[in-house]
Nanobody
C-alpha cells in the first residue's frame, strides 16, 4: 500500500515557476514508477512526466518537455516536479501516481495503482 500527498500548487503568472512535491508513505515506494498527470476542466487526464524507481530514467509529454523536470529522493520518499516557463495551458489539477512498472508503459494512467488527491496549478496570462 502506498499513500500519496501532493503539495506546492498555486497561482503563478505566465513565465513563472512552481515546484510540486509528492510525498509518499509505504515501504515499497522505492520500487515504484512515479508519474505526474494533470487534468484541466472539461478535459481528460493527461500524462505529464514519469520517473523510474532508480531515478535514472525519465519521460515527458511533448507539451512539457524542456520546461518540466521530474526527480525523486527515495530516502525522503518524495518525488518532485519542477515546472518552469509556465503557460496558461498548464492550468490543471496535478496528480501524482505510483505503479509497479514496467516503465515503458508509464504514460498510461491505467498502469498506476495509487493516486494522490491532486494540487491545483493556475497560470494567469
Amino acid at each position: 500500500q502506498v499513500q500519496l500527498v501532493e503539495s506546492g500548487g498555486g497561482l503563478v503568472q505566465a513565465g513563472g515557476s512552481l515546484r510540486l512535491s509528492c510525498a509518499a508513505s509505504g515501504r515499497t515506494f522505492s520500487s515504484y514508477v512515479i508519474g505526474w498527470f494533470r487534468q484541466a476542466p472539461g478535459k481528460e487526464r493527461e500524462f505529464a512526466a514519469a520517473i523510474d524507481w532508480s531515478g535514472g530514467f525519465t519521460r515527458y509529454a511533448d507539451s512539457v518537455k524542456g520546461r518540466f523536470t521530474i526527480s525523486r529522493d527515495n530516502a525522503k520518499t518524495t518525488v518532485y516536479l519542477q515546472m518552469n516557463s509556465l503557460k496558461p495551458d498548464d492550468t490543471a489539477v496535478y496528480h501524482c501516481a505510483a505503479g509497479p512498472a514496467p516503465f515503458r508503459t508509464a504514460t498510461a494512467p491505467s498502469r498506476y495503482n495509487y493516486w494522490g488527491q491532486g494540487t491545483q496549478v493556475t497560470v494567469s496570462s
